[in-house]
């Protein structure tokens, strides 16, 4: 079985300056990795995704992630955050052989100030 | 396309009802997924289908609820008798590929159980 841990519940910034975002899976088995935003009062949305090949990922609105299978994480990163990036964030985990069901970490809540 | 819509987007009901919460996936997409919302327990996985079959129950209480996938365009998720701990959002989402595909959310029904 997978679990995901997402290591932050609240992350508070100020607009323009970098930020991350940790998750840490486990997993037996090969998995495949996600990163989904929730805007309020809406479903998630697919920020951006590792199946295989090159470790680091670019996603949409300038985020980017990197996988780390030694420490098992997959950290969600952008260099300059904007107000409009206050959301929820997911990291998600899925076992390769089993047909996209979904794992997700309990969230983490980023807060872009002025 | 018009997304994975749900219905209806509010659902207030009294303890003891039944409640019929439904789905339309994206069309061509042969994975659908049903997930609950909630501040303590996260997005958990009720059940999820392939071609119409359920693949994995295992999250869901099969005392009271009951998912239903007449065909490949319309799905149904049933809650009899509701019970105040069932207020929550419940997510409908589908997608076109084993594993690797992303999973492309509805924006949710949120259930008031009272």
């Known amino acids: 079985a997978q679990s995901v841990t997402q290591l932050d519940s609240q992350v508070p910034v100020f607009e323009e300056a970098p930020v991350e975002l940790r998750c840490n899976y486990s997993s037996s088995v090969s998995v495949y990795l996600f990163w989904y935003v929730q805007y309020p009062n809406q479903g998630l949305q697919l920020l951006l995704k590792?199946?295989?090949?090159?470790?680091l990922v670019k996603g949409i609105n300038g985020f980017e992630a990197e996988f780390n299978k030694s420490q098992t994480s997959f950290h969600l990163r952008k260099p300059s955050v904007h107000i409009s990036d206050t959301a929820e964030y997911f990291c998600a985990v899925s076992d390769i052989r089993q047909g996209g069901k979904l794992i997700f970490g309990q969230g983490t809540e980023l807060s872009v100030k002025p | 396309d018009a997304g994975v819509i749900q219905s209806p987007r509010h659902e207030v009901t009294e303890m003891g009802q039944e409640v019929t919460l439904r789905c339309k996936p994206i069309s061509g997409h042969d994975y659908l997924f049903w997930y609950r919302q909630t501040m303590m327990q996260g997005l958990e996985l009720l059940v999820y289908f392939n071609n119409k079959a359920v693949m994995d129950d295992s999250g869901m209480p099969k005392d009271r609820f009951s998912a239903k996938m007449p065909n490949a365009s319309f799905s149904t998720l049933k809650i009899q008798p509701s019970e105040p701990r069932d207020s929550a959002v419940y997510f409908c989402a589908s997608s076109n590929r084993q594993g690797q595909a992303p999973l492309h959310f509805g924006n949710g029904t949120r259930l008031t159980v009272t």
């Open positions: 590792y199946l295989s090949g090159s470790t």
